[in-house]
């Protein structure tokens, strides 16, 4: 079974510009979650999809969205990039059920300059 | 809100040494608790998870982690470490059943030493 799938993994953006992740969950999984991980802040939540719908929300600001397909690939979007954006973004799918754990993906790098 | 807390940024040990990891964490209500060890550049692989049960918790790689609900505690152990155990380890809370929304701690380095 493929694990969950990151593109790309590394990425390098310029002040101002907007960038596009991918997440391709575990077959199965309809839960999306990604996480921002920088080494001031640590790991923190951005968002959750489940079904196409955004169903939890971390305290991020606006310039942070994403969006899930019917396929239940997923996709986060940052605009307006700050040099603080610079981060490891890891996605995690979740399959359904109590006591399930989360599966994650190995992120992508993205460098803001 | 829920919350947690590793009080050891860094722990170095040498190999075949014991290791406990130490993790608190707030939350009202029944938790639920993971272990995740990331290395360098990759993802979180999951050690443990404890949800409900028997709160002597066994996971991967020899890895066992205690839930004691009295002092806010879910420390991860493991008898002999391995020089390949070095990583950065995370434990995490979430308030639902489910993981699709947790919340970290800060992290423990592990060195090992030959």
């Known amino acids: 079974k493929a694990g969950v799938t990151q593109t790309p993994r590394y990425l390098i953006k310029t002040r101002g510009q907007q960038v596009t992740l991918s997440c391709s969950p575990i077959s199965g999984h309809r839960s999306v979650s990604w996480y921002q991980q920088t080494p001031g802040q640590g790991l923190q939540f951005l968002f959750e999809y489940f079904s196409e719908t955004q169903r939890n929300k971390g305290n991020f600001p606006g310039r942070f969205s994403g969006r899930q397909f019917s396929n239940s690939r997923s996709e986060m979007n940052v605009s307006t990039l700050e040099l603080g954006d610079s981060a490891l973004y890891l996605c995690?799918?979740?399959?359904?059920?109590?006591?399930?754990?989360?599966?994650f993906g190995q992120g992508t790098r993205l460098t803001v300059v | 809100a829920q919350s947690v807390t590793q009080p050891d940024i860094h722990i170095t040990v040498s190999e075949g040494a014991s290791l406990e990891l130490r993790c608190n964490y707030s939350?009202?209500?029944?938790?639920?608790l993971f272990w995740y060890v990331q290395s360098p550049g990759q993802g979180l692989q999951l050690l443990l998870k404890?949800?409900?049960?028997?709160?002597l918790v066994q996971g991967i790689k020899g890895f066992e982690a205690e839930f004691k609900r009295s002092q806010s505690s879910f420390n991860l152990r493991k008898p002999s470490v391995h020089w390949s155990d070095a990583a950065e380890y995370f434990c995490?809370?979430?308030?639902?059943?489910?993981?699709?929304?947790?919340?970290f701690g800060s992290g423990t380095q592990l060195t090992v030493l030959p």
């Open positions: 939350y009202g209500a029944t938790p639920y």
């Open positions: 995490a809370v979430s308030s639902s059943g489910s993981a699709r929304q947790l919340t």
């Open positions: 404890y949800f409900s049960g028997d709160t």
């Open positions: 995690a799918s979740t399959p359904l059920g109590s006591g399930t754990e989360a599966f």
